[in-house]
């Protein structure tokens, strides 16, 4: 329970960070305090949707990338991640205050935003989640100690 807790605050909080960048980078997207929602949908999404979409999806572009080049396989593995990211984009704009505007500004560059964004937390993940950790044993420590 503490490991998933904690991976959830640190993607939470990661994930407003990246609503708020998009919503300040991008003018046809509106954010505000919508962010604090769409968080927490891009997180549950980000924990159980996205590895299910990509076990699904990429279950079946593996079978059928099967007589590709290794370039194609890239490609349809690429193209995985975008779709996957394109579907929580819909769940996150659907299921929140999220506002977009236009098609191309407001619904595909936006997922290609939320790729990068994933691979910078894939990255940095570990250290975020062992930081949380020792904060949170620290505050429970003191909790222990101080009750």
Do not use: C
Not at 98 to 122: C, E
């Amino acid at each position: 329970m503490r490991a998933w807790l904690i991976r959830f605050v640190t993607l939470y909080l990661f994930d407003v960070v990246v609503l708020l960048v998009i919503g300040l980078i991008m003018p046809q997207v509106s954010v505000g305090w919508s962010v604090l929602w769409a968080a927490v949908i891009l997180a549950l999404a980000t924990l159980w949707v996205k590895p299910a979409l990509r076990r699904w999806l990429g279950g079946r572009a593996e079978r059928s990338s099967r007589d590709l080049t290794r370039t194609g396989a890239k490609l349809v593995q690429g193209a995985v991640v975008l779709i996957v990211a394109a579907v929580v984009w819909v769940l996150v704009v659907v299921l929140s205050g999220v506002n977009v505007a236009g098609f191309f500004w407001g619904w595909v560059i936006p997922p290609v935003l939320l790729v990068i964004a994933w691979l910078i937390y894939d990255a940095i993940d570990d250290r975020l989640e062992a930081h949380a950790g020792r904060l949170w044993d620290g505050a429970r420590g003191r909790e222990s100690r101080g009750g």
